[in-house]
């Protein structure tokens, strides 16, 4: 597929995708979707990538949400379908295996911030504004946003902010753990892309059964969350990265995984 609004470099395990529509917000137009399910799909299966970091191009914008212009006029049946299409690729990233980290540049609106919230973890700079204001255009968030903030900052503090429209800082954003950091602007993408290396260097297959037990447990009664996490820590002990991380300890070593 040849990309329109996406850049994809790789380098030393990390790929970077940067979301690049700056004269409309990066908004996410149909196209623009359709590009994420594209990416994502092979970045799942591409071994020489271990983590990705996703963000927008420019000093302004993250993403602006959906695009509005697309929303208008839309028949309730095309509105159902273009959400429901916009949570599976969202849910594709959430699901991808491997940690994805969005680095917000700058606005995160509507169908922007409910792609950060389907990212592993966010970092922010500190001129970003996080909001879901689509009450105020007389519609809802339709990417996962009335599901993903609720669980991430609690049903109070998320409820105050769809309800109101209102966005918040980067700061207010850390307080409520929406965002891990914040950083200077010129600071973001290198901060971003040292965590995403840091966590490239870890063992591929128990970073993915981390991130696989903590995805599907917020689903599960803790009972059933436990036992996913013994059944996969049991499996984990199959892989030759547990063999060399547990020998090179002993050997007072560094461990070398190779994600076998
Ligand atoms: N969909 C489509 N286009 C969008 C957009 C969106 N969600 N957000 C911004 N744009 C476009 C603007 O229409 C403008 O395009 P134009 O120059 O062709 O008119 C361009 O991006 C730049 O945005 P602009 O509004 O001029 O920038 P600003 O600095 O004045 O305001 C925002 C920035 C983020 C406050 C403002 O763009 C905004 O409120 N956007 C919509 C946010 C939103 O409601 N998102 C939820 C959508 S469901």
Do not use: W
Not at 195 to 220: E, M, N, Y
């Amino acid at each position: 597929m040849t990309l329109q609004f996406l850049r994809v470099a790789t380098h030393d395990g990390v790929a970077v995708v940067t979301i690049d529509r700056q004269d409309k917000g990066n908004a996410l137009n149909a196209a623009l979707i359709g590009e994420l399910d594209c990416v994502f799909t092979g970045l799942a299966t591409d071994a020489s990538v271990r983590t990705v970091v996703l963000t927008g191009a420019g000093p302004k914008f993250f993403v602006a949400g959906a695009d509005i212009a697309e929303l208008d006029g839309a028949s309730p049946a095309k509105l159902g379908a273009t959400a429901a299409y916009g949570q599976a690729v969202f849910r594709r990233i959430e699901t991808l295996g491997k940690p994805v980290i969005a680095a917000i540049n700058g606005f995160a609106l509507g169908g922007g911030l409910e792609l950060a919230l389907s990212c592993t973890f966010r970092y922010a700079s500190s001129n970003a504004k996080l909001g879901l204001p689509e009450i105020n255009l007389g519609i809802m968030p339709g990417y996962g946003g009335t599901q993903r903030l609720p669980r991430l900052v609690g049903r109070g503090p998320a409820l105050e902010m769809v309800l109101t429209g209102d966005p918040i800082d980067a700061n207010e954003a850390c307080r409520l753990g929406l965002v891990n950091k914040v950083f200077e602007p010129d600071q973001l993408q290198d901060a971003a892309t040292k965590i995403a290396t840091k966590l490239a260097s870890k063992a591929p297959v128990a970073t993915r059964f981390i991130l696989d037990a903590a995805t599907r447990g917020q689903d599960l009664a803790l009972g059933e969350g436990l036992a996913l996490e013994a059944a996969l820590f049991g499996l984990i002990g199959s892989t030759a990265d547990t063999r060399e991380g547990l020998k090179a300890f002993l050997e007072k070593r560094p461990a070398r995984f190779t994600g076998a």
